[in-house]
């Protein structure tokens, strides 16, 4: 660590000894030598002597009182160079106006490495087999498995299962999720919850299929308020890079709600350029208290661009999170299946059209459960069950949490004499299942 001087001038006064040229103190005369006989007065060379020992002390104490009156005034104290030897790697900024520094300013190495150590037992590798189809050479289509990896955050644990917060697009179409803890014994998990539109899922591992010394070294992540966090403060990410197993990388905040768009949505994240690469996603950002920050995620890096890595605010996922930790993991043929087909309004579209932001409904199933509540085109669907269902994505997503054969409420927005009016339709959900 390179130590900081602020406002310090450090001076080296070297002081040569003064030796009076001495004249002869002989007289030759007549080739004879004779001594000058004393006068009752210093000889010549004690007065250069005394004149010298007199200037050298006035020089000194006008140096010293500069240098006092120089310190006092400004509230500084002198530094030797032995002082500097002797508290190598301390802070020796003394001024009127100290710096303020955030508490990452001082982290070295071995704190770091400190606050992984702690973290490890809260982070998990997470191995997902799913099918998809694979085209040969002559264009034949055929199923084939497939693996993936990721990462992911112990958030919670109770008397029958371990609960895990990951990525959405991790365990997404995943036919088996396996979990490998910290002390590397792996254990299925299953599909808590997901939502597609904030890529978080949080899985379950079942208590019964762990042993008692998992157990005991199993602990639940720490989460900080990423809304407080400054950029620049340090970032460390933590996950199953490549699928290689946890491995750490240490940077800083570089923005906060950036902004970035994909798949025709958009999140504002936390960006930094601790390296997040391919496995990552799902694992942890921390901060230089080891509190989770952030759900690091891959889906939303760019392979152009080579330091920037994002996160999910961990103080937005928390509300998500707390959501899917209650959701009921619903087989597909048990899904609710509502009969519409419809776009999304935008915030522009509706600025530019006068309408509201929903779900314009374009088409109507006949005998679907949406018709028999009568529903209509050109309604706009704002809320399902009291849960916001302005985009088609969020739409699905509670249909995907709802069991068939539910009693709901449907929010709509319809056009009556040229304004938009609210309506509440109550409606049975039918079955995915019976609708293909």
Same mark, same amino acid.
């Given at each position: 660590m390179n130590d900081e001087f602020d406002n310090k001038e450090y001076y080296e006064y070297s002081y040569q000894e003064i030796s009076p040229h001495r004249g002869s103190d002989e007289e030759h005369t007549g080739g004879s030598k004779k001594k000058r006989k004393g006068t009752g007065k210093f000889p010549s060379f004690m007065k250069t002597i005394s004149f010298a020992l007199v200037f050298g002390l006035v020089a000194g104490c006008t140096f010293q009182g500069f240098n006092y009156g120089y310190n006092k005034f400004f509230n500084q104290d002198a530094i030797s160079a032995n002082d500097i030897n002797n508290t190598a790697g301390k802070s020796l900024m003394n001024t009127s106006n100290p710096v303020v520094t955030t508490s990452s300013s001082n982290i070295s190495s071995s704190d770091v490495a400190q606050i992984v150590e702690n973290t490890m037992p809260s982070i998990v590798s997470i191995s997902v087999t799913v099918t998809q189809n694979v085209s040969d050479f002559f264009g034949r289509v055929y199923k084939d498995k497939a693996t993936g990896s990721g990462s992911g955050i112990i958030i919670g644990q109770n008397n029958k299962e371990v609960l895990i917060a990951t990525?959405?697009?991790?365990?997404?179409?995943?036919?088996?999720?396996?979990?490998?803890?910290?002390?590397?014994e792996t254990a299925k998990a299953t599909v808590k919850g997901t939502s597609a539109s904030s890529d978080l899922a949080v899985v379950a591992v079942d208590m019964k299929s762990l042993s008692q010394d998992t157990k005991s070294k199993i602990k639940i992540a720490a989460l900080g308020d990423s809304d407080s966090l400054k950029v620049g403060e340090m970032a460390i990410a933590i996950g199953n890079a490549l699928g290689y197993g946890q491995s750490v990388t240490v940077g800083y905040i570089s923005a906060k709600e950036r902004e970035v768009s994909v798949e025709d949505s958009s999140m504002k994240l936390l960006q930094t350029d601790a390296a997040i690469n391919p496995g990552n996603s799902g694992g942890a950002l921390l901060n230089s208290r080891g509190e989770v920050i952030g759900i690091n995620s891959v889906k939303y890096a760019s392979a152009e661009v080579e330091g920037m890595g994002y996160a999910i605010p961990i103080s937005k996922a928390v509300p998500i999170i707390t959501s899917l930790m209650n959701q009921e993991s619903i087989p597909e043929s048990k899904q609710a299946y509502l009969g519409v087909m419809g776009s999304d309004i935008t915030e522009d579209i509706a600025k530019s059209y006068n309408m509201p932001e929903g779900v314009y409904v374009g088409e109507v199933t006949k005998k679907s459960? #949406?018709?028999? #509540?009568? %529903?209509?085109?050109?309604?706009?669907?704002?809320? %399902?069950?009291?849960?916001? #269902?302005?985009?088609?994505?969020? @739409?699905?997503?509670? %249909?995907?949490?709802?069991?068939?054969?539910?009693? #709901?409420?449907?929010?709509?927005?319809?056009?009556?004499?040229?304004?938009?009016?609210?309506?509440? @339709?109550?409606?049975?959900?039918?079955?995915?299942?019976?609708?293909?």
């Open positions: 990525n959405n697009h991790v365990v997404d179409g995943a036919e088996t999720v396996t979990i490998t803890f910290a002390d590397n459960p #949406a018709a028999k #509540a009568g %529903l209509y085109p050109g309604s706009i669907i704002t809320e %399902l069950n009291g849960r916001d #269902a302005t985009t088609m994505e969020k @739409l699905q997503e509670i %249909l995907t949490s709802t069991r068939a054969g539910e009693k #709901a409420t449907l929010k709509v927005k319809v056009l009556e004499n040229g304004e938009y009016v609210e309506k509440t @339709l109550d409606i049975t959900l039918g079955s995915k299942a019976s609708a293909k």
